[in-house]
């Protein structure tokens, strides 16, 4: 089983940074694809980012595209999400996912498909 802990989260003020890092126990032969979700109160869960494990291609949502980056260090099986420029619509909790693909749908949001395990979440909060 794999099992995700992500950290980082916390509040800033608008126009500052985070660092979210999501620690995998491993990184399995089935793990693809490593990515990003937030979600609101009340609003739909949404993929904002997604890395593929094998060559670190990536993919973003356009609503983070240009502020946000991923990444990954293979040998620590942790993924990370380097926010800046951060905006109050981007408060929410972020949840990171393992999963066998990731398609990035035609809105430009990311969806795991196969997916192998959920972190908890981190909350993140931005005031304006």
């Known amino acids: 089983q794999v099992q995700l802990v992500e950290s980082g989260g916390g509040s800033v003020q608008a126009g500052g940074s985070l660092r979210l890092a999501c620690a995998a126990s491993?990184?399995?032969?089935?793990?693809?694809?490593m990515s990003w979700f937030r979600q609101a109160p009340g609003k739909e869960r949404e993929g904002v980012a997604g890395?593929?494990?094998?060559?670190?291609?990536?993919n973003y949502a356009d609503s983070v595209k240009g502020r946000f980056t991923i990444s990954q260090v293979h040998a620590k099986s942790t993924v990370y999400l380097q926010m800046t420029s951060l905006k109050p619509e981007d408060s929410a909790m972020y949840y990171c996912?393992?999963?066998?693909?990731?398609?990035?749908?035609?809105?430009?949001?990311?969806?795991?498909?196969?997916?192998?395990?959920w972190g908890k979440g981190t909350p993140v909060t931005i005031s304006s």
């Open positions: 996912v393992a999963s066998s693909g990731c398609t990035v749908l035609p809105d430009s949001r990311i969806r795991a498909d196969g997916v192998i395990s």
């Open positions: 491993v990184y399995d032969y089935r793990t693809y694809c």
């Open positions: 890395i593929i494990t094998d060559d670190s291609r990536t």
